[in-house]
């Protein structure tokens, strides 16, 4: 006796393994999709993190050392399980010089110079330029002032030095 198997059997069989190739195929081609998406996703991330620690450079490079210690970062986890700077900033010293209006507008024109200092300045960097310069027009008003007052009550270094020389004489 010869068995044969059923046509309906043989096909159910081949029809089955087609539906497992055509199943392996998909996940194969979802697991490179995701592959791809997660390669791309960490270059996007090594990306910006160099952009942002340039930037942040920039910034320590043209303050002068007015900088209060070095760039602080803020960091997300890439799909690599690797830490990445997406944003940053540099803290520096606004203060005015006191009783010395000249070195205060130096030291807002280094501020301005260093909040500008990146390629593409963010909305804080331009608002710290700002800043310097009301800092520097608060300074030039006080030394005009200063001038002014120096201009209507000048020292008279002689009669100084005579009134001491008449209390020795």
């Given amino acids: ?5 059923s046509p309906s059997a043989l096909s159910f069989h ?13 996940e194969s081609k ?29 910034h320590i ?4 050392g007015l900088t209060k210690g070095g ?16 944003g940053g ?5 606004t203060s005015p010089v006191p009783g010395n209006p000249q070195a205060t507008i130096q030291k807002a024109q280094q501020i301005r110079a260093a909040a500008l200092a990146p390629a593409d300045p963010s909305a804080q960097d331009r608002a710290v330029a700002v800043a310097a ?3 520097e027009a608060t300074a030039r008003k006080e030394l005009q002032e200063k001038t002014k007052e120096d201009e209507t009550h000048p020292e ?14």
Avoid: C, W
């Fill in 1 to 5: 006796m010869v068995i044969s198997p």
């Fill in 14 to 26: 081949i029809t089955s393994i087609g539906l497992e190739k055509s199943a392996r195929a998909q």
């Fill in 30 to 58: 979802q697991s490179q999709e995701t592959l791809s998406t997660q390669k791309k996703d960490v270059v996007e991330l090594q990306n910006r993190d160099r952009e942002v620690r340039n930037h942040e450079q920039a």
């Fill in 61 to 64: 490079a043209a303050s002068g």
């Fill in 71 to 86: 760039a602080s970062f803020s960091f997300q986890r890439g799909s690599d399980g690797k830490l990445y700077a997406v």
């Fill in 89 to 93: 900033e540099v803290s520096i010293d």
């Fill in 133 to 135: 310069n009301a800092i």
């Fill in 156 to 169: 008279r270094p002689n009669e100084a030095l005579s009134s001491r020389i008449d209390l020795f004489v």
